[in-house]
């Protein structure tokens, strides 16, 4: 099972933008589809983008369409997410996660196989 170490929190106000970085420990990260999930206090563990082994697909929830970008080099294992134009709606703490391609779907967390200890975001008015 891949490990996944997260970093790139912290905290920073609306408008403006952080990136955040998922390093993984194995080599086979290139056989493996990413996503990032956040988890906000009293809240379930939601679905923030996935990208797939390849990198030719990627996906995003509607709440951050067009101001989050998630990107990877298969070389360097490793998975980012480049979040601009932050609003404090986006402040919870940020965990990538892997999945086997094909195995579900790309939006529940169920489907992941491996979690990172997860890295806080946080937004401020």
């Known amino acids: 099972q891949v490990q996944l170490v997260e970093s790139g929190g912290g905290l920073v106000q609306a408008g403006g933008s952080l990136r955040l970085s998922c390093a993984a420990s194995?080599?086979?990260?290139?056989?493996?589809?990413m996503g990032w999930f956040r988890q906000a206090p009293g809240k379930e563990r939601e679905f923030v983008a996935c990208?797939?082994?390849?990198?030719?697909?990627?996906y995003y929830a509607d709440s951050v369409k067009g101001r989050f970008t998630i990107s990877r080099d298969n070389a360097k294992t490793t998975v980012w997410l480049q979040m601009n134009s932050v609003k404090p709606e986006d402040t919870a703490v940020y965990y990538c996660?892997?999945?086997?391609?094909?195995?579900?779907?790309?939006?529940?967390?169920?489907?992941?196989?491996?979690w990172g200890q997860g890295t806080q975001v946080t937004v401020s008015s």
């Open positions: 996660a892997a999945k086997t391609p094909y195995s579900g779907s790309y939006y529940r967390p169920a489907t992941y196989a491996g």
């Open positions: 194995r080599r086979t990260f290139s056989t493996y589809d």
């Open positions: 990208i797939s082994w390849s990198g030719g697909s990627t």
